[in-house]
């Protein structure tokens, strides 16, 4: 289907880049599993010549998630952070970056123990605050780096100020949109440069894949872009494709109910005598509520809560779960919790992860699609 014929996120969902096969009609994207293609004559092929260069399943998934995110170009990776990886190969020795200083500790362990040591050097700055952004700028600085809702703090960045703050210096930006998903906002259409995923997450949604992606809308940096994809070689198997884009066509349904019950959790956990305090986009009392309201279709499915207890009480908690399973990662239909300190952010310094707010006993839940009620009784009883 030809993404300019529908605008419906469900209908471009569901056939964006998936056209029924020409060959014998079947209805769903072929797994091309094959690693090299029959060339007519020297250099002269259907599009396709290798397949870490290009493959027809992948494209497929590429065109999907560029229309969701309403942008032109899609590219694929092996995961999340190998998309990332990408992006940070567009820099040389010198150049400065700009993150959020609650970013993803992979992320933070990629530009730490890697790019440092071949001389990019990064300033983590809280990116709610857009004065402590624009102090951060030097002359070498060439990428601003941006979750919203951030990892683990669901801090909510104004995408649009970001983006344009950043492109006043010139400046290329990067918003990671995996807790919010292209269903619940979209960056590109907020002035972004290029939008990462972890299609992992919500897009597989179903905890059995793990891949990346990039959109953008500049056809000169998707070509740079692509380069680094295919000489770094961090490529999607094909399989790998056909588990996300069997993902993306039930996105928006799931993300509702992903929502709702992330909101009716956030609101029950609000009036828990043993709870400190809940983190959730979609509450009131969230800091960035109103930013929410007008970037955000819902509050998202992910909610923090910080316990009245010790480290080791929050970590007897995370243990005690029968609905919910103790697990790194997010996003799929089953309900998960995490440690943020000792599992998903270990590799984060304990000084710098509590000065950017993450306390020891933090934990984070990603709310699946279960009845909710079972999950509410499951957080009772752990919580006691």
């Given amino acids: ?72 170009f899609g590219l ?53 605050d857009h004065a402590q952004l624009e102090g951060a700028f030097r002359p070498e600085t060439k990428l601003v780096m941006l979750e919203t809702p951030t990892n683990p703090l669901l801090r909510c960045c104004d995408l649009q100020a970001i983006a344009a703050i950043a492109k006043r210096h ?32 919500y897009l597989g949604g179903h905890s059995d894949v793990v891949g990346g992606a990039l959109i953008t809308d500049d056809e000169e940096l998707h070509k740079r872009l692509m380069h680094f994809q295919n000489s770094c070689g961090g490529t999607p198997g094909p399989m790998d494709c056909f588990l996300v884009l069997r993902g993306t066509k039930t996105l928006h349904v799931r993300m509702e109910r992903h929502c709702e019950n992330a909101r009716r959790i956030a609101e029950w956990l609000q009036q828990h005598p043993k709870v400190e305090r809940v983190i959730y986009p979609g509450l009131p ?11 955000m279709r819902h509050g998202g499915g992910m909610v923090s809560v910080e316990l009245k207890a010790s480290v080791d009480e929050a970590k007897r908690v995370c243990s005690s779960f029968r609905v919910f399973s103790l697990a790194e990662s997010l996003g799929g239909v089953e309900s998960l919790v995490d440690h943020p300190a000792s599992m998903t952010h270990a590799s984060i310094p304990a000084a710098e992860r509590r000065a ?19 999950l509410i009784a499951d957080l009772d009883r752990a919580i006691g």
């Fill in 170 to 201: 010139g400046v290329l930006s990067l918003a990671d949109n995996t807790f919010a998903t292209p269903y619940l906002q979209n960056p590109l259409r907020l002035g972004c440069d290029i939008v990462v995923h972890s299609t992992t997450k």
């Fill in 76 to 128: 694929g990776f092996a995961s999340g952070m190998a998309a990332i990886h990408c992006v940070v190969n567009l820099l040389q020795s010198g150049d400065h970056v700009i993150a959020g200083n609650d970013l993803y500790g992979g992320t933070y362990r990629l530009l730490q123990t890697l790019y440092r040591k071949f001389g990019v050097e990064t300033t983590y700055v809280d990116l709610t």
């Fill in 356 to 374: 950017a707010g993450l306390q020891d006993g933090l934990i984070r839940l990603s709310v699946g699609i279960e009845d909710c009620d079972d």
């Fill in 285 to 295: 009392s969230h800091p960035q509520h109103e930013l929410v309201q007008r970037q």
């Fill in 1 to 72: 289907m030809n993404s300019d014929s529908a605008s419906g996120f469900g209908t471009l969902a569901i056939h964006a880049g998936q056209s029924p096969d020409p060959t014998t009609g079947a209805i769903m994207t072929p797994v091309f599993l094959t690693s090299t293609y029959v060339q007519e004559a020297p250099a002269v092929n259907k599009g396709y010549d290798y397949s870490r260069s290009h493959n027809p399943t992948r494209t497929a998934l590429e065109q999907n998630l560029a229309a969701l995110e309403g942008g032109r």
